[in-house]
């Protein structure tokens, strides 16, 4: 209700028309884009701007670079997974060459004196991981990958690219069990480089070997490498296996007590290379004919002489 005099206010207040206002702006924007590209008076309010979002901009970005440097990390890391396994089976697929370089050189020379001895004869193999160690805390054995479907048969010989680490002595269809030389149960024929001289070498448990029925006046110092003999028909000839680290000599014993320690990674390794059978060189096939059996005129004569 209205007072005598006085005109209610109005309900809602206007300002200037939406047109105008329309219009107003529309010649702002127009004048400070037309200022701006002819005598560059917002370029201090650009840059200010600018710097103040800067930290927002970097903040916004980094899960973005977060994200980024952490996939390119992860990658990088498979990368050199890979490679390193690659060569890590190179290694091996090439040990078995590196290890037996010294004794095929040895072995040359000792051809070139005797005609008629014949050439080692080589075998081929697999790169296997080893798996697992096994349960019984009295034995040295371990699991590998390698089974039955892979063609490991029981006895092959197990190497790695420093020497000789076992033998298997069970193959089961997806895996092997490989019994290490320092089994107490485990024995390979050896050889002292230096001299030739041959022996039996034993697992002592506890990661120790030893060179048995050794006698005690036997030319064997510390020092002295011992590789496969190859006389057993399992181990290739040459592989080294252990080195001598102590001697005790006993005149009232008859054998001396030869402790050695083995040159591979018996007990630390996860790739080996299994050893395959011998492959025998190609024989000329040889013309074996049975004996004629005498004509009846070769008899005759000799009857009458």
């Not at 190497?159 to 033998?167: A, H, M, P, S």
């Not at 089961?172 to 050889?191: G, N, W």
């Not at 009232?252 to 011998?278: I, K, T, Y």
Request: aromatic share 4%; charged share 25%; glycine share 8%.
């Amino acid at each position: 209700m209205s007072v005598v005099g006085h005109s209610p206010p109005p309900f809602f207040k206007r300002g200037p028309a939406p047109l105008a206002r329309l219009f107003f702006f529309v010649s702002l924007s127009i004048a400070l884009l037309v200022a701006d590209l002819r005598f560059h008076t917002l370029e201090w309010a650009r840059l200010g701007a600018a710097t103040l979002l800067w930290p927002l901009q970097r903040a916004a970005y980094l899960p973005v670079d977060a994200g980024m440097d952490l996939g390119g990390y992860l990658s990088s890391l498979r990368r050199l997974k890979d490679d390193n396994d690659a060569l890590r089976k190179q290694q091996l697929a090439t040990a078995n060459l590196l290890l037996r370089q010294t004794h095929l050189d040895q072995e040359n020379q000792r051809l070139r004196a005797l005609l008629d001895m014949k050439e080692r004869q080589p075998a081929v193999g697999q790169v296997a991981e080893i798996l697992y160690a096994a349960r019984d805390p009295f034995s040295r054995r371990v699991i590998m990958n390698k089974g039955l479907q892979a063609g490991v048969e029981a006895g092959q010989a197990v190497v790695d690219e420093l020497g000789v680490i076992g033998q298997v002595t069970r193959v089961l269809p997806m895996t092997s069990e490989v019994t290490l030389l320092t089994d107490k149960d485990q024995a390979i024929p050896v050889e002292v480089r230096r001299n030739g001289l041959r022996g039996i070498l034993a697992g002592a448990g506890s990661g120790a070997m030893e060179l048995r029925f050794m006698p005690a006046n036997a030319d064997v110092q510390a020092g002295d490498l011992l590789t496969t003999s190859g006389l057993d028909g399992i181990y290739l000839p040459g592989l080294p296996v252990a080195k001598v680290i102590g001697i005790e000599r006993d005149n009232s014993m008859a054998f001396a007590h030869v402790a050695c320690e083995p040159v591979a990674g018996v007990e630390r390794n996860g790739l080996v290379l299994v050893l395959g059978r011998r492959i025998a060189p190609d024989r000329p096939e040889e013309d074996v004919r049975a004996p004629e059996p005498p004509t009846k005129g070769k008899q005759s004569r000799a009857r009458t002489r």
